[in-house]
């Protein structure tokens, strides 16, 4: 039987619509800049990254971290790192877009 684990924390952010499919993401620390995010055209107009993309971004420097301690925790220092998300974008059986494999 799996165990759950105990809540440490909570954080909360705002989205508020901007413009179409253009959203403001406030975070809740005043030291985070505000990210717009956006859908691709023709749906929206790129004016950030679409939802897909921070996803991919959030996933790639969450490992790219959890490397990184690892390294740390061995007395390691890296000359330096780079991390990619390769992302496949699929549709799936109503034709909408969706993540197939990141």
Request: charged share 45%; glycine share 4%.
């Given at each position: 039987m799996a165990t759950r684990s105990k809540p440490v924390g909570r954080f909360r952010l705002?989205?508020?619509?901007?413009?179409?499919y253009e959203m403001r993401v406030?975070?809740?620390?005043?030291?985070?800049?505000?990210?717009?995010?956006d859908e691709r055209l023709p749906l929206g107009n790129e004016a950030g990254p679409n939802a897909s993309r921070v996803l991919a971004a959030a996933i790639g420097s969450c490992l790219a971290s959890g490397l990184l301690y690892?390294?740390?925790?061995a007395g390691l220092e890296p000359l330096s790192m780079v991390a990619e998300v390769e992302t496949e974008l699929v549709r799936d059986a109503d034709e909408q877009l969706r993540i197939g494999a990141i």
């Open positions: 705002r989205i508020d619509r901007v413009d179409g406030r975070f809740d620390k005043p030291t985070h800049p505000e990210l717009v995010v690892c390294l740390d925790r």
